[in-house]
Each structure stands twice: as structure tokens, then as C-alpha cells.
């Protein structure tokens, strides 16, 4: 019976389930750029005077970048646990992995700066400084390896005959 279990996880996934773990996934930081992600946190810490509803706790932006890093962390884990044979699935579970793993420093180290100033109700002037450094140092290199995990997907699921539907 052991010998039954480890031959089953060590299988390699479904297309299906390969294709949804490494590319798929990679929905769940769609949100990254400084202009999107930024504006979210900074609309984590809205309150209104007349609705006491909305009175924040203070940690709020922070809480949203501890849920990211945990969601990025499970996604690492989950591709790296991935067994695969062929050169293709090689090749993009590697860039998936290096594309979650370029975003995730950001996350602990910019993004979670960028948090505690929103929950501080930092200026506006520091904020920009951290939003603009992660645009100028990060989004170049994540923007590619982004591109590079879609045109890496796009052959994969066109190889496997995966209905997927890219948007355009």
C-alpha cells in the first residue's frame, strides 16, 4: 500500500491541474502593480465620520499584505511540490516560480512598508517614494516574467488541448 501512495504522489498532474497551478494561479497577483495594489491598501484604511461601522482598527492595510504573502507562499509551495517530466511543463513551472518569487520580497518588504504607512495615515510623499520604487525596480522584470509565463501557457494548454480562454 505505501509503495501505491508514493507512486501517486509522485505522479505527474493533470494538464488540467498542472496548467491551473502554475498558470492560473498567477491571477492571484494580477492586482501587483503599484497602481492597482497600492490604491486597494490605501482603501483599506478609509473611514466615514457619520458611519461608525467603518471605524478601522488601525491594521487593516497590513492585514491585506499578511493575506497576499500567505496566498503567494501556498502557491510557491504548491508548484514546487508539482513533479514533472516533459520540457515544456519544466520550463514553465520554473518561470512560474521565479515570477512568484520576484513578487514576494516586494509584498514582504515594499508592500508591507507601504501598509503600515496607510494604517499610520502616513504623507502622501513618503507613500509615493515606496509605490514609485517598486514601479521603476520590480514591475520591468515582473511585467516579463509575466509575458514570459503567458506565452509559456498559451503553448502548454494549445499542446494539451486546454480550453482556456486568455481574455483578448
Given at each position: ?7 501517486t ?17 498567477t491571477n ?5 502593480a ?5 490604491k ?17 482598527a ?8 499578511d493575506i497576499k504573502i ?18 515544456d ?17 516586494v ?16 504623507s502622501?510623499e513618503?507613500k509615493?517614494?515606496l509605490?514609485?520604487k ?10 516579463k516574467?509575466?509575458?514570459?509565463v503567458?506565452?509559456l501557457?498559451?503553448?502548454?494548454a ?11
Open positions: 500500500m505505501s509503495a501505491s501512495l508514493f507512486f504522489a509522485c505522479q505527474a498532474p493533470s494538464p488540467e491541474n498542472f496548467f491551473g497551478k502554475v498558470v492560473l494561479n492571484l497577483i494580477a492586482d501587483f503599484p497602481d492597482r495594489f497600492g486597494r491598501l490605501e482603501q483599506e484604511t478609509v473611514e466615514f465620520a457619520d458611519i461608525p461601522s467603518s471605524k478601522n488601525g491594521d487593516e492595510a497590513q492585514k491585506t499584505v500567505q496566498t503567494v507562499e501556498k502557491a510557491l509551495k504548491d508548484i514546487n511540490a508539482l513533479h514533472v517530466s516533459d520540457d511543463a519544466k520550463a514553465l513551472k520554473e518561470k512560474s516560480i521565479a515570477l512568484f518569487e520576484k513578487v514576494l520580497p509584498y514582504k518588504n515594499e508592500y508591507t512598508a507601504y501598509a503600515k504607512l496607510c494604517d499610520k495615515k502616513g502622501t513618503e509615493q517614494v509605490l514609485q517598486i514601479q521603476q525596480d520590480y514591475m520591468p522584470g515582473i511585467d516574467t509575466f509575458d514570459e503567458y506565452v501557457g498559451k503553448a502548454y494549445e499542446k494539451h488541448n486546454l480550453n482556456v480562454n486568455w481574455g483578448n
